[in-house]
């Protein structure tokens, strides 16, 4: 591979992965902040109602995030991904920057939280075109490797939802500042200004520029000759919110509910499994592209049920030696899957239609389980009173998802590069001054 090459797949790469990082460092924020954003944007005598308003207010931008998909895809199949990625990650800072500056209820009242809620949605509705849309592009461009180019993908919401929680730790332990909450927002203001540059750089994907045009809606081109190839998207964004949720929120829950752990020594253990799903991305994104996207998948079906099985038993144990290794397996699981989910999903759609078909049919998946697993979890432990129940749903949703790939997905290895990039020093200085 020639330097002029490697110096355009970086390019290419690292806009995406700011993006990525971006989004779940904005969504993690809030999170984070839950307390803090009740306290101030919805203070009531009840604590406890104050802190439903920060849930209600962290959970506001789920509402928008398939509306956010259809959106974004339009533009992107129809106008550039590039285009599309352009304004979903200026759209994503612009809310982020609102939200830090944003007069408290005391200030202003009830504008407070209605802002800060419109601001949720408008992050939302950024998200649902910017996860997909960042590996559409990336996997477009790179072509070859788009196994661990996927993997790296997944891997950046680990980096940045680790980076929001470490920045707010920082900012709200050891500085003298009361509005030192603020700070995090600020950040990632200048970070969305960063990836919005690098992303005004970068070229339109060959992909799209050889596409064939659809005259209609994108999304009734999908729905009308591609049901099949919609319905699988939907169910892998669906197995990736059971999944991702069962990691991101649900332990938490579960170590401290039925483990008997604090919550500050469960959410430190859960960074283990956190780093293990973002290691193991790119390592099954290798495996990948050694094997096949479609083979893989199955793959990630058979480990899920393997190391959450242990996992949750290990769980059980209550010493935080096992907890901590535990949390490792269940990362691997979750990695398995969420690692070479990209490449898989790329090879589903023609180019006309991808942007729409992966992004819309993810983020309705993701909103049907992405808010509703921890919920499901608790109620089939509280019903069966079996600690384990939580394994069983997933091997559950395992095999589903065998189901769905054996009767709705399209198989075979991933085609072949039109054009690995076979870029001329004269076009890449056209490049370079896009």
Known sequence: MSKIQRDLKRRIL??????????????????????????????????????????????????????????????????????????????????????????????IGIAAPCILLFCRLIQGLCTGGEYNGAAIFALEHMKVKSGITSGLISASCVVGAVTATIIAFITTNFLAYEEGWRIPFYLGACVAIVGYLLRKWSMETEDFIKRKPIKGLPIIEVIKKHPKQYLLSIASGAFNGILSYTLFGFLNLYITQYVGVKLTTSLFLNIF??????????????????????????????????TNWIGFLLLQVGTIE?????????????????????????????????????????????????????????????????????????????????????????????????????????????????
């Open 14 to 107: 690292i806009p995406c992965l700011i993006g990525n990082a971006l989004e779940f460092y904005d969504f993690t924020l809030c999170g984070v902040f839950i307390a803090v954003l009740g306290k101030n944007f919805f203070p009531s005598d009840n604590e406890f109602s104050a802190l439903l308003g920060g849930i209600f207010a962290f959970s506001a931008a789920f509402w928008t995030r398939p509306l956010g998909a259809l959106v974004f895809g339009y533009i992107g199949d129809k106008y550039g991904r590039k285009k599309a990625l352009t304004v979903s990650i200026l759209m994503m800072g612009v809310p982020t920057l609102i939200i830090g500056i944003l007069p408290t209820y005391a200030s």
């Open 322 to 434: 096992e907890i901590i290794v535990g949390q490792i397996f269940i990362g691997i699981g979750v990695g398995s899957f969420v690692g070479p989910s990209h490449a898989f999903l790329q090879q589903q759609f023609l180019p006309e239609i991808r942007y729409t078909g992966i992004a819309s049919g993810f983020s309705i998946g993701m909103a049907m389980t992405g808010g509703t697993t921890a919920l499901i979890m608790t109620y089939i432990i509280k019903q069966s009173e079996i600690l384990l129940a939580p394994a069983m749903y997933i091997s559950a949703a395992a095999l589903a998802w065998l189901v769905a790939l054996k009767f709705l997905s399209v198989r075979g290895k991933t085609p072949r590069p039109v054009n690995e990039l076979n870029i001329k020093k004269s076009e890449f200085k056209v490049y370079k001054n896009a």
């Open 273 to 306: 499994g956190l780093f293990a799903f973002m290691l193991s991305c790119p390592i099954f994104g290798l495996i990948c592209d050694k094997t096949s996207p479609y083979r893989s998948m199955v793959l990630a079906s058979f480990v899920a049920i393997f």
